[in-house]
Nanobody, 121 residues
Framework: QVQLVESGGGLVQPGGSLRLSCAAS????????MGWYRQAPGKQRELVAT???????NYADSVKDRFTISRDNAKNTVYLQMNSLKPEDTAVYYC???????????????WGRGTQVTVSS
């Protein structure tokens, strides 16, 4: 009904940059907040950054001043620009969105399948 598809992951050297994208598609009436989470091997999934449909942002302390979240509401897409990447940023990055599907009166949370980001020399 509603799908989130991430792209842009890969292998990058420490200090490098990557830009992740997540496009929402399907029977969508409205998208509220969107965000990025990550999960490293052996660790719990953690919040990276979120953005409201009005553009207000929130970041984990570990990524502040290095990562930037943005969205294009016309394209139902959220982005994560990651700069000054560190080996500890290595994880699977997941997109998340609060969505009101067409024909529904409630909002639901949806997850993408994730994209691998590996920071290594």
């Amino acid at each position: 009904q509603v799908q989130l598809v991430e792209s842009g992951g890969g292998l990058v050297q420490p200090g490098g940059s990557l830009r992740l994208s997540c496009a929402a598609s399907g029977r969508i009436f409205r998208i509220n907040d969107m965000g990025w989470y990550r999960q490293a091997p052996g660790k719990q999934r953690e919040l990276v950054a979120t953005i409201t449909n009005g553009g207000s942002t929130n970041y984990a302390d570990s990524v502040k001043d290095r990562f930037t979240i943005s969205r294009d509401n016309a394209k139902n897409t959220v982005y994560l620009q990651m700069n000054s990447l560190k080996p500890e940023d290595t994880a699977v990055y997941y997109c998340n969105a609060g969505v009101r599907p067409l024909g529904y009166n409630n909002d639901y949370r949806y997850w993408g399948r994730g994209t691998q980001v590996t920071v290594s020399s």
